[in-house]
């Protein structure tokens, strides 16, 4: 439900470590003012589109960093994309595992996914625009739990999405093949993705090359943390120098030994 704004320290911590840094707007976020045809497709597209438009500018192998919803998109980017260098989930999970659903506050129909499932797409079809705020699926208190040192900037963020988008986001089915390496970061105290969810996702998961990358703390807001959003830019900046990718020698950049 973010955008580039609250996303700033992580943008500014990787731009620092040498990386030239896209951040994209998508569809009804942020700046991006187009609502027509609102799916998670769409969102995956912005992307993709992302992806040529940086290539018609120079920048023919990019790699892709996405936090929570951000972050199964961008696992969903590695797997339909032939040109991504790598790809750095912070936190994410394949909507069609059985335990997404302990995501949501409807972990207790866990058990009963295809009928809970069933009443979401009926619903959606008689009222698809119809605005879900995020309290009314998700955890508000896991979200935060154990974010201490999280920077969050609210402006244009979203409070809603309309339930057709939702019932697409958790009908979506994702391969788990991915063209490219995996760089899977998580926080092992966030309690939304828990690291039960996030070892069976990891393990799901088929890449060329894949590591797991434990965050010492943060929650599940880690990457608005200053702080660690530094260490991960740092270990984002390594392997994409190990991948060929070539990376600006800044002052940060050199202090940090890149």
Known sequence: MSSPFQYRPLLSALHQ?????AALHLTSHGLNPHTSSFSFDDLLHDGLDAEQWLSNAGFTSP???GH???????????AASHKLTAVFPISGVLPQQAKAVSLTLFRAFAGRRERLMNVINRMARFLPWLPIPVAA???LRRISAGAQCASIDFSKIRWSYPLTFLAGLFNATLSPHLRCPLYFFNARNDALFTPELINETFNLLDAPHKTMIWLPDGGHLAAMCP???RYMACIIATACASLQLPLRLTRRGAEDGL
């Open 17 to 21: 470590a040498g990386l030239t840094v």
């Open 227 to 229: 702080s660690l959003c």
């Open 68 to 78: 929570s919803q951000g972050g199964i998109l961008a696992l969903a980017h590695a």
């Open 63 to 65: 790699a892709v960093c």
């Open 137 to 139: 699926y998700l955890s």
